[in-house]
């Protein structure tokens, strides 16, 4: 019986670790955060992304100052779809990323709630702006392409998955509302940093032998 107890608090420990969410990744800015310069006096971990009111953009409720940056988008070997346009930037669910990524705006610049204290030095700078390679910059022409239909892109491309097979054997997410756009959130999943290192960093598909890009991709 014991034993049985040893082994059902084990699993429940596994079950646990394995879904760890944001507290204490990388992405919890507050106190109890993963990063050097975490906050020194703000413990709330979702307030560096969300409120409850008065939220800019309304959805996800967001509560971090958006980018002002004029984007550059990847341009491509042979792509199929048309990417955006530096005029018209990336969709707003990837911008949301980009309000901390693209390294012009302090990762405590907040809309609600007075801009926490941040320590600086490793992860951020002096003024609070993600450092090193964590910091994609505004040009993303040398990031793998997002905020286009993928849909457009696999239209008769025989080396990508059509779409309804990667829903379904996989945990990628579309977007937009005919929930065909990849963003960021496709590859990424911002609330989970991933118990294994083949989840990380918040990856939603494991690395590992290129799981990842072989959902998509059939090479
Ligand atoms: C570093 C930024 C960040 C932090 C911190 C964060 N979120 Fe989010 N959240 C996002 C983004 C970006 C989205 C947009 C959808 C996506 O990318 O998955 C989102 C979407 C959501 C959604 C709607 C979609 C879904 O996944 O259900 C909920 C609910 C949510 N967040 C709750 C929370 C809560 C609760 C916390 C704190 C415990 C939190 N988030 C912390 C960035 C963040
Ligand atoms: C959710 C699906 C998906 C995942 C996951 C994914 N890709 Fe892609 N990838 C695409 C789509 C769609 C395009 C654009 C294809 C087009 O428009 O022709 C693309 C474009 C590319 C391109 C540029 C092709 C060109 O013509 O310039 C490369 C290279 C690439 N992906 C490599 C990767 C690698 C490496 C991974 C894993 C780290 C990966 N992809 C993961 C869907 C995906
Ligand atoms: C409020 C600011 C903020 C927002 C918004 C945000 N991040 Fe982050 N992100 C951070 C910080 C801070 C780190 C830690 C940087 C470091 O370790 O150097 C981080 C780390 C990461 C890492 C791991 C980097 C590494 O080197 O381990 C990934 C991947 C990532 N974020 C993706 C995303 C994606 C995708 C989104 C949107 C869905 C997003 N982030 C939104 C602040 C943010
Ligand atoms: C096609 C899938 C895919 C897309 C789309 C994608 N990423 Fe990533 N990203 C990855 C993978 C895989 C890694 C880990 C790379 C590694 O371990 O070598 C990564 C790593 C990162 C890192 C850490 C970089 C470093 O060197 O420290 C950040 C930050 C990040 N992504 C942010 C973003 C943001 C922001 C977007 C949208 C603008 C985005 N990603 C779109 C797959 C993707």
Request: net charge negative; glycine share 8%.
């Amino acid at each position: 019986m014991k034993r049985l107890i040893i082994v059902l608090l084990g699993l429940i420990l596994i079950a646990a670790s394995a879904n760890a969410g944001v507290v204490g990744s990388k992405h919890d800015l507050s106190t109890s955060g993963a990063i050097a310069d975490k906050s020194t006096d703000q413990d709330r971990v979702c307030v560096f992304c969300h409120t409850p009111h008065n939220a800019n953009p309304a959805v996800p409720l967001w509560n971090h100052e958006m980018s002002g940056a004029t984007f550059t988008p990847y341009t491509g070997l042979d792509l199929d779809h048309t990417p955006w346009t530096s005029a018209a930037g990336p969709n707003e669910l990837s911008k949301l990323c980009l309000s901390c990524h693209d390294g012009t705006v302090a990762v405590n610049s907040l809309i609600n709630n007075a801009n926490p204290t941040m320590g600086s030095g490793n992860e951020l700078d002096a003024s609070g702006k993600l450092v090193s390679s964590a910091n994609l910059g505004s040009d993303l022409s040398n990031d793998h392409p997002i905020s286009f239909d993928y849909t457009v892109a696999d239209a008769g491309d025989v080396e990508l998955v059509d779409i309804a097979t990667v829903k379904s054997s996989s945990n990628l997410h579309f977007y937009g509302s005919g929930e065909t756009d990849m963003e960021c959130s496709t590859c990424h999943d911002v609330h989970e940093f991933g118990a294994t290192a083949d989840m990380q960093p918040f990856l939603s598909e494991s690395k590992s032998g290129s799981n990842l890009c072989l959902k998509c991709h059939v090479k």
